[in-house]
């Protein structure tokens, strides 16, 4: 089967620590006053991706598929998953984001009935001195994360990095982390939306209360040794598991890559503008923007000057 690329509208998130940029830099639209999320690549009921031109504009990512032969479609490692299988946003922290934990596989499914979420950040862009927090700087045991978190502590154990353009932090399930000001990211995750809230720096929300904190969910799940931190800038492939694999590519002037029909692949511009051609269908792409590529056979050329990160299973 030759499929087109699929360009994709993103539904935005307006959380309360989002800020404007994915509007003014990364041509989103909204009506909502902050645009903290965009949601680049997903069939998650919470927030699902639209085709944005040709035959199937204005379905939902999930329902070009299943209207598009399906499995065969997203391809057989994919369609392995009870659920289409990853997630991709970008991020716009213009304040923290809090303090947070997503649980594995096993325990999500037990609990919540969706996957648990392992991640991985790509660092697009960020303001001198930004930090995010990765896992904790020592050994805690279960009695003294509680008492951190009651006693408003909790910072002072975490393992707190520096960040620049173009990091790539892969953080396993279990891993207790926070994006802090001034970082913009894309993130790649399982398909999942479940976050355990365990600091909120004190932070009232839109209705004047305090966020929901899930502490007991988040001392089940979370890990509390020091864990290696595993940054792969120097590489094409910036992360690969067994739920996603990611990389990075660059196109100057002219660029190719092959698809196979084992896999879909999503592209999103990261920086620059260009087009990318398929079966001889041409997509315009600028910073911002994904497309969809269903699993195929094929040959995807690439032409102008960009960045762009692409994901598959
Ligand atoms: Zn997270």
Sequence with gaps: ???????????????????????????????????????????????????????????????????????????????????????????????????????????????????????????????????????????????????????????????????????????????????CSGILICEIQQNSNTTYRVYDYDRRGADGKPRELHIEKAIDVSRLTPSQISETANSDTLASCKYFTVKKVVCENTAEFTVDSDCFRSLTVTDGCGKLELNGDITELSKGDTVFIPAQNATVKLSGDFEAIIAYV
């Design 1 to 179: 089967m030759n499929y087109s690329a699929i360009k994709l509208t993103a539904p935005i998130k307006d959380y309360l620590w989002g800020g404007m940029r994915l509007v003014t830099d990364y041509g989103k639209k909204t009506d909502k006053e902050k645009a903290a999320e965009s949601w680049e690549l997903s069939t998650h009921p919470d927030g699902e991706s639209i085709v944005s031109r040709g035959e199937f504009k204005g379905l939902t990512l999930s329902e070009y598929i299943k209207a598009n032969g399906g499995d065969e479609c997203i391809g057989h490692r994919a369609a392995g998953f009870d659920f289409f299988p990853i997630l991709i946003k970008f991020i716009d922290a213009k304040d923290n984001l809090s303090i947070q934990v997503h649980p594995d596989d096993e325990y999500a499914l037990r609990v919540e009935g969706e996957y648990g979420k392992t991640e991985m950040w790509y660092i697009v862009d960020c303001e001198e001195d930004s930090f995010l927090y990765y896992g904790v700087n020592r050994e805690v045991s279960k009695d003294e994360f509680r008492e951190r978190i009651e006693n408003n502590t909790l910072l002072e154990i975490l393992n707190k990095v520096p960040v620049k353009k173009g990091d790539v932090f892969f953080m396993p399930s279990g891993t207790i982390h926070a994006i």
